[in-house]
């Protein structure tokens, strides 16, 4: 229960912080966006109304001889204007006159040097207020809160030091809408991206824990299966002193016969805790890349030479073929590899029963060695295949010990191939006997064997 609340409050914390960190992300990226998009329309935006009020401003100066005077001349680039406080100052319905200087919706305005309204033309506004011609750059509000942009430029020539001043503006009603509805999207597509990555902030922890869960299952295995192979040999090894203390007395054939059960039990403790140490330092080897040069042709004969002794005991056929004429050589610690095959050998000698037949081969296949040890013994089932290869791990459930392992043969055999980049495959059938197929790269820059 606590391992559960544990990993659950770290996959919590995981995805937390995962989505605060996004939701950061996407917020300052929301942020950049839209100040982008509105600097982009004021850009565009200052630069029309400054090129329209500029040739504006060019048309209108030469004409403009007298302070407060607007002559005929000028009217002609003020189509349906207004002319006088008065009539300006009335409100107008607005009115887009033709020509290239209104289309966008502007509108125009003359003021005296006294800051005056002389003239207005162009779209008429509600309730736009005066403003000092003092700031070039300006944004307005009318009665009905729609933005404007204004530009104002001095009006003057050779006869008129200062005639007054133009003022030149557009609506940003258009463009308003268009950021209130990037607004609007961005408000109500946040909150939905946010559940979104908070759902895939879940999803991700959870693949982010599942091999450490793993681990962490594996390792309490371990811990527990270690525990139970090094209290067996104690156990048995006090069980035999605590005999020996209760006898009154002991023969020397009887102390020989208890030093001997002592020394198995001894050798049995010792043969685990060598184990354990290997598969812990091939943890660490994982990642390294041995150079050492291996010449699998002898390593394959020394192997069966050593074990024909057990197998004729067991009166097990045990066979070596060799499919290979030249010599055949990887990369990596001799010992280790010795190992390896030792163990699949031993282990198919172990489960093959009397009469039986074990075949050591060795082969090239794709630029790789390939070593096969296959027999005729009992054969594994399907769902005990997938884990053979794990610590401690017996087919048997009873743990029965009559072949003498510890269940760390094939997981030691396993670690060196993944030390040596390798792999191990595995084949059989029920009562048909097992093929293991070890892979390992081939050396190619030794000399041969």
Known sequence: MNEIKLFRQTRWRLAT???????????????GVYEAIDH??????????????????????????????????????LPNSCVGFHQCSTAIVANHSPGEVFQGGYYIRLLSPTEELLAMAGLKTQGLPMTSPTKPWQFLKDQ????????????????????????????????????????????????????????????????????IHQSYQQMQQFTADAAHELRTPIAAAQATVESVLDAPHLSETETRETLKVLDRQHQRLSQLIQDLLLLTRLDRQAQTSPEQS?????????????????????????????????PLRVNGDEAQLYRLVFN????????????????????????????????????????????????????????????????????IAQAIAKAHRGKIQVQSRLGQGCSFRVYLPQATKYPLC
């Open 17 to 31: 912080w995962y989505a605060g960190v996004m939701g950061i992300i996407l917020a300052l990226s929301a942020l």
């Open 294 to 326: 291996c010449c699998l042709q002898d390593l394959v004969n020394d192997i069966a030479e050593e074990l024909a002794a057990l197998a004729l005991n067991k009166q097990v056929q045990l066979q070596t073929d060799i499919q290979v004429d030249q």
């Open 344 to 411: 699949l050998v031993i282990n198919a000698i172990q489960h093959t029963p009397e009469g039986g037949k074990v075949t050591l081969s060795l082969e090239k296949k794709d630029q790789q060695a390939v070593i096969q040890v296959q027999d005729t013994g009992v054969g594994i089932t399907p769902e005990y295949q997938s884990k053979i290869f794990d610590r401690f791990y017996r087919v048997n459930s009873d743990r029965n010990r009559q072949t003498g392992g510890s269940g760390l043969g094939l997981a």
């Open 144 to 211: 009905s809160k729609i933005r404007y942009r204004q530009i104002t430029l001095p009006l003057q020539n050779s006869n008129v030091p200062l005639w007054g001043y133009l003022q030149v503006g557009s609506s940003l009603e258009v463009s308003d809408q268009y950021l209130a509805s990037v607004r609007l999207a961005f408000f109500i597509g946040f909150p939905l991206t946010l559940a979104f990555v908070g759902v895939a902030s879940w999803w991700l922890a959870g693949q982010a824990m599942r091999p």
């Open 40 to 77: 982009a329309h004021r850009i565009a935006a200052d630069r029309e109304l400054k090129s329209i009020a500029g040739r504006l401003h060019d048309n209108l100066e030469p004409t403009l001889q007298q302070p407060g005077i607007i002559s005929d001349a000028a009217k002609r680039f």
